[in-house]
């Protein structure tokens, strides 16, 4: 069984800062991309921020340099950091995975965590 916990939201005032983290656990053969997600209230999920395996990364047009994904050497972590929050950064964040668990690749979600920009 394979799971994704998140951590790291919490409420932060307008141009600050928070950084989140996701761990991989269970049995786990490979991981693939890792990515984070969020979905603000009544909105569709909108992709953030993606990391490959060969390191590569991808990001929202509304991130514009402001957030940094970054994986661990081990590559079972995934972090965001988000810098120069505004309170249209309030979302839900997900942490998303493509992950060999026994042989079989499948598409994993993490609870989600919640991230609150307000003064």
């Known amino acids: 069984q394979v799971q994704l916990v998140e951590s790291g939201g919490g409420l932060v005032q307008p141009g600050g800062s928070l950084r989140l983290s996701c761990a991989a656990s269970?049995?786990?053969?490979?991981?693939?991309?890792m990515n984070w997600y969020r979905q603000q209230p009544g909105k569709q999920r909108e992709l953030v921020a993606v990391?490959?395996?060969?390191?590569?990364?991808n990001y929202g047009e509304f991130v514009k340099g402001r957030f940094t994904i970054s994986r661990d050497n081990a590559k079972t972590t995934v972090a965001l950091q988000m810098n120069s929050l505004k309170p249209e950064d309030t979302a839900v964040y997900y942490c998303?995975?493509?992950?060999?668990?026994?042989?079989?690749?499948?598409?994993?979600w993490g609870q989600g965590t919640q991230v609150t920009v307000s003064s």
């Open positions: 998303n995975a493509d992950i060999n668990s026994r042989g079989r690749v499948g598409n994993y």
């Open positions: 990391m490959t395996t060969a390191g590569s990364t």
């Open positions: 269970g049995s786990i053969f490979g991981i693939y991309d």
